[in-house]
Nanobody, 127 residues
Framework: QPQLVESGGGLVQPGESLRLSCAAS????????IGWFRQAPGKEREGVSC????????DYADSVKGRFTISRDNDKGTVYLQMNSLKPEETAVYYC????????????????????WGQGTQVTVSS
């Protein structure tokens, strides 16, 4: 099983951008759907975006559509989340997670489906 490591978080001002990375170590991400989630203090974990094993299916939470873009590079074993026009209310710890599947277009933002999780990366949006 791959281990997932997120990076790219930080402190940005409202309206700025960040790109998060989710890198696999120990095994490839082939055959895994990948999801991005976030959790703010005192709030439930929220599904942000997902991508199917070969990138053929994508999905986004309504709140981030048009601003966030998920992509994956299976050769590099990495999934990215480009986040533009960030808002203060999007301050949270962002996690990536992996779901082993044989379904080519499997993509879900429901956290319960995911088996493997990274440790998270903090994103703070503040002026």
């Amino acid at each position: 099983q791959p281990q997932l490591v997120e990076s790219g978080g930080g402190l940005v001002q409202p309206g700025e951008s960040l790109r998060l990375s989710c890198a696999a170590s120990g095994s490839s991400l082939d055959g895994y759907s990948i999801g991005w989630f976030r959790q703010a203090p005192g709030k439930e974990r929220e599904g942000v975006s997902c991508v199917s094993p070969r990138g053929g299916a994508l999905d986004y939470a309504d709140s981030v559509k048009g601003r966030f873009t998920i992509s994956r590079d299976n050769d590099k074993g990495t999934v990215y989340l480009q986040m533009n026009s960030l808002k203060p209310e999007e301050t949270a710890v962002y996690y990536c997670a992996a779901l082993r599947t044989t379904r080519q277009f499997m993509c879900t933002t429901r956290a319960a489906y995911y088996e493997l999780w990274g440790q998270g990366t903090q994103v703070t949006v503040s002026s």
